[in-house]
């Protein structure tokens, strides 16, 4: 569904043995792995004892086109070549180690507990990265299961180091919650590509008779369903989603993924004629962010859960407090959670569609149409928003920013997508967060983050968690337990 905007990750197993220790300790504990491990994994056929070895190991995975290793130590291991993997690889690495087991502990013993707490520290000195999971020690099958927790995140870090984020327009007035210091982009490894909202409309005007225009438009016809669309304002979609499928072509350079940031208005519905929601909303349904606002981090956010949970998400204001008698009616004795712990999440309509209840339709953007449109006026330009409650589902809500000091920081916070109406318009849910209250508080409002958060449709919390800390974002806040107070807590209150 995604589509190839999206890392394929194409695994190699190497085994590493230090040459004081059997080497058939690695090999055959490879073997296991690789009999173990359910998904497709090139089992490198050189075992690494030494630096040659790891340079013939690495032509090897490189031949067989992997993207991201795991680094096996089935005995003590040799600190220097195995590290050295990690220099010599353009990719993710993870480093495990074998579990004693095998029935002789005098000439079986492969002491690979010990020599984990080597390869880390020689890691460190050499300044490289490695991806160790919580518990690196196992069974064949316990690391099988530790190479699949790998895939989603190797994903995520494969396609942000492959990243470009292209940009329209700057950042609405008054919305300084949606600057973007790029400092933290180019620390991660993506790029990004920065136009004006004219480039966007000459591209636009281009498209006019663009010949795959018709099939665009039956293919909305077909995803909508007759009676949830405008017919009048389809050619005009389709056209907008073939300038930026044809921009993103254009315009990725030497990068293999994009994600877009686009200024969606005030100027966009009266000058293209039409709200670009519902074509965002399909864009990130095949696996390519279009963020609002000029949100920079909040595309990236959404490509990284896309990467991490390998489906959808979509990107929401943190918008507004659930009434009481919303509360009262529909949540209260129904599910476990109180009034602090909810919130609607709100949209103007970029949500996928195949995410929403069956209620949505192609409406008119209200916020916009009091303010742009004649006082009383039927919609015209601000037609084009994807609207209707956002359908339940466990979620997890998160983001990555960089901040006014340039230095990066994330949350991330698992809950769910109540089974309740709203009541309201846009593309909008009643989340419940566990003790959402004070996370609001002392982290959303203590450290300063704006009010965009990107959703992921499941519960991915322990792989984005794994994700920044790879990629070197040392804040990773989270919704603490009302056991554990924030710093800025009042401890009194």
Avoid at 15 to 37: H, M
Avoid at 229 to 248: G, H, I, P, V
Avoid at 280 to 291: D, K
Wanted: aromatic residues 10%.
């Amino acid at each position: 569904m995604l589509g190839s905007n999206i890392p394929e990750v194409r695994l190699g197993l190497i085994a590493v043995s230090r040459d004081c220790f059997p080497i058939a300790l690695s090999t055959q504990r490879r073997e296991n792995i690789a009999k173990a491990y359910k998904g497709a994994l090139y089992n490198c056929p050189t075992t690494v004892e030494n630096e040659l070895d790891m340079l013939k190991a690495v032509e090897e995975v490189k031949a067989a086109d992997c993207n991201a290793l795991v680094v096996f130590l089935g005995n003590f291991g040799p600190e220097t070549p195995e590290t050295l993997i990690a220099k010599h690889f353009d990719g993710p690495v993870m480093y495990v180690a074998a579990a004693e087991g095998d029935g002789d502990m005098m000439n079986g013993r492969g002491d690979a507990y010990c020599g984990m707490l080597n390869c880390s520290y020689n890691l460190g000195m050499r300044h490289l990265k490695g991806y160790i999971p919580e518990y690196p020690v196992g069974t064949a099958d316990d690391i099988a299961g530790m190479i699949a927790d790998f895939v989603p995140v190797a994903r995520a870090v494969i396609g942000v180091k492959n990243l470009k984020i292209i940009t329209f327009g700057p950042r609405p007035q008054d919305f300084f919650a949606c600057n973007a210091p790029i400092k933290g982009l180019y620390e991660l490894g993506v790029e990004i590509e920065e136009n004006s909202e004219l480039d966007l409309l000459v591209a636009y005007k281009e498209h006019e008779n663009d010949p795959r225009i018709p099939d665009v438009c039956a293919d909305m016809v077909g995803e909508m369903g007759e009676g949830r669309y405008y017919s009048d304002l389809n050619r005009k979609m389709a056209q907008f989603e073939l300038t930026l499928l044809d921009w993103a072509e254009q315009h990725k350079g030497s990068r293999k993924y994009v994600a877009f940031a686009d200024k969606c208005w005030p100027a966009f519905p009266s000058q293209f004629g039409f709200e670009p929601c519902y074509v965002n909303s399909r864009l990130v349904s095949r696996g390519i962010p279009v963020s609002c606002e000029v949100d920079v981090y909040g595309a990236l956010s959404e490509y990284i859960g896309m990467c991490v949970s390998y489906d959808t998400v979509t990107l929401l204001d943190i918008n507004n407090s659930v009434p009481q008698y919303i509360y009262d009616e529909d949540i209260k004795g129904r599910y476990d959670c109180k009034l602090t712990d909810t919130f609607m999440g709100f949209h103007c309509g970029n949500t996928p569609e195949c995410k929403m209840c069956s209620d949505r339709a192609i409406k008119y953007q209200l916020i916009q149409h009091r303010l742009l449109e004649p006082e009383g006026s039927e919609p015209d330009f601000t037609r084009g928003t994807l609207e209707g409650d956002i359908a339940a589902s466990d979620i997890t809500f998160y983001r990555l920013q960089c901040d006014s000091n340039g230095d990066l920081r994330s949350y991330i916070a698992q809950g769910q997508i109540l089974d309740v109406p709203t009541r309201s318009f846009g593309g909008i849910a009643v989340f419940a967060i566990p003790e959402m209250g004070r996370f609001y508080r002392h982290v959303l409002i203590q450290k300063g983050y704006p009010h965009h958060g990107a959703v992921a449709f499941s519960h991915v919390g322990k792989y984005l968690f794994e994700v920044f800390k790879f990629l070197g974002v040392k804040d990773i806040a989270y919704n603490q337990p009302a056991s554990l107070p924030y710093p800025t807590e009042n401890p009194w209150a």
